[in-house]
Nanobody
Framework: QVQLVESGGGLVQAGGSLRLSCEAS????????MGWFRQAPGKEREFVGT????????YYADSVKGRFTISRDNSKNTVYLQMNSLEPEDTAVYYC???????????????????????WGQGTQVTVSS
């Protein structure tokens, strides 16, 4: 069983930056592709981005492309979401998720739907003021 704990959320002004972290425990982190999702008030949870098991490939939602960057540090069992040029529309609870991936799929980043993921964190709130 894998546990995921997000941190780094908070209140920031529009145009500012935040870095979210998601630390994993209880599994072999390097065998997971990792994803970030978010859920704004009154809306469904949506895909933000994903990083491959290898760490070498990333894929982002159009709404965050060029502003958000996902990275991972397997030595720390942690995935990061660097968010720059934040907009009020980015206000949401942000979740990280993990998907077990076989080694032959180490570079796959097609995991853009919630149902692909095996484990989820509890979420961290990001609020962007205008």
């Amino acid at each position: 069983q894998v546990q995921l704990v997000e941190s780094g959320g908070g209140l920031v002004q529009a145009g500012g930056s935040l870095r979210l972290s998601c630390e994993a425990s209880g599994g072999t982190f390097s065998t997971y592709a990792m994803g970030w999702f978010r859920q704004a008030p009154g809306k469904e949870r949506e895909f933000v981005g994903t990083i491959s098991r290898s760490g070498g490939v990333r894929y982002y939602a159009d709404s965050v492309k060029g502003r958000f960057t996902i990275s991972r540090d397997n030595s720390k069992n942690t995935v990061y979401l660097q968010m720059n040029s934040l907009e009020p529309e980015d206000t949401a609870v942000y979740y990280c998720a993990a998907k077990s991936v076989p080694i032959w799929a180490s570079n796959k980043v097609t995991f853009i739907k919630e149902e692909f993921y095996d484990y989820w964190g509890q979420g961290t709130q990001v609020t962007v003021s205008s």
